[in-house]
C-alpha cells in the first residue's frame, strides 16, 4: 500500500512566524486531506486537496499529484496553531494512510 | 448540522475484558470508519462500515468486531483486551466511502 511521509517530525516557532510542512507519497496520490490534531486529540478537517492549491486564512495548501507531494503553509503563526498535523491518503483504497505527524509548537 | 459523534469519551478496562466504542456520522453521511491511534503515531484504519457490511478491513485481528446500525451509526467492539489496545479510537464517517472523511472526537481507552 502507499506509503505517507512528514517532514519536520517537531517544529518550534515563535508566534508570527511562518512554516511549512511537507508529505512524501510513494505512489500516486488521489484523494489527499489535511488535518489538525489539537491537545483532546480531534482531528480537526483543514483541506480536501487532491490537487492544486487551496487556501483558508493563514493556512494553504499545495497537492502536485504527478510528483506524489503535498505542502501546508502556515502563516503568522498563533499559539492556538500548536499541534499535531497530518496528511492522509486514500492511495486507491477505501481506507485514509496516515503520516506520523509533524508537531509543531508555537511559543508565545 | 450535528458533526460525528463517540461515547464514552474515556474508558478503563482490564485485560481480558470486552469494550464496545459507538459512533453516530455526521449529518447526511452513510459511511464509517474506524483508527486507531496510539501514543505518538497516526491513526491506523481498522475497518470500515457502509450499508451495515463491512467493506474493508485493515490489519487488526478478529478481537476487533464492528456493526453498523440502519440508521448508519456504528459499534467498534474489542475481545480479550490486551495492554496493547490502549489507544485512541477514532471514528470517522463520509457519503459512500467517498472523501472527505470527518472524524469525532475519540474514545481514549485504557487498558491495566
Known amino acids: 500500500g502507499i506509503q505517507v511521509e512528514q517532514s519536520p517530525p517537531d517544529l518550534i516557532l515563535q508566534e508570527g512566524a511562518n512554516s511549512t510542512l511537507r508529505c512524501n507519497f510513494s505512489?500516486?496520490?488521489?484523494?489527499l486531506q489535511w488535518f489538525h490534531q489539537n491537545p483532546w486529540g480531534q482531528l480537526i478537517n483543514l483541506f480536501y486537496?487532491?490537487?492544486g492549491t487551496k487556501q483558508n486564512g493563514r493556512l494553504s495548501a499545495t497537492t502536485v499529484a504527478t510528483e506524489r507531494y503535498s505542502l501546508l503553509y502556515i502563516s503568522s503563526s498563533q499559539t492556538t496553531d500548536s499541534g499535531v498535523y497530518f496528511c492522509?491518503?486514500?492511495?486507491?483504497?477505501?481506507?485514509?494512510?496516515f503520516g506520523k505527524g509533524t508537531k509543531l509548537t508555537v511559543n508565545p | 448540522d450535528a458533526g460525528v459523534t463517540q461515547s464514552p469519551t474515556h474508558l478503563i478496562k482490564t485485560r481480558g475484558q470486552q469494550v464496545t466504542l459507538r459512533c453516530s456520522p455526521k449529518s447526511g453521511h452513510d459511511t464509517v470508519s474506524w483508527y486507531q491511534q496510539a501514543l505518538g503515531q497516526g491513526p491506523q484504519f481498522i475497518f470500515q462500515y457502509y450499508e451495515e457490511e463491512e467493506r474493508q478491513r485493515g490489519n487488526f485481528p478478529d478481537r476487533f468486531s464492528g456493526h453498523q446500525f440502519p440508521n448508519y451509526s456504528s459499534e467498534l467492539n474489542v475481545n480479550a483486551l490486551l495492554l496493547g489496545d490502549s489507544a485512541l479510537y477514532l471514528c470517522a464517517s463520509s457519503l459512500t466511502g467517498a472523501l472527505p472523511q470527518y472524524f469525532g472526537p475519540g474514545t481514549r481507552l485504557t487498558v491495566l
Open positions: 486537496i487532491p490537487s
Open positions: 505512489d500516486s496520490v488521489n484523494n
Open positions: 492522509a491518503d486514500l492511495g486507491g483504497s477505501e481506507k485514509l494512510v
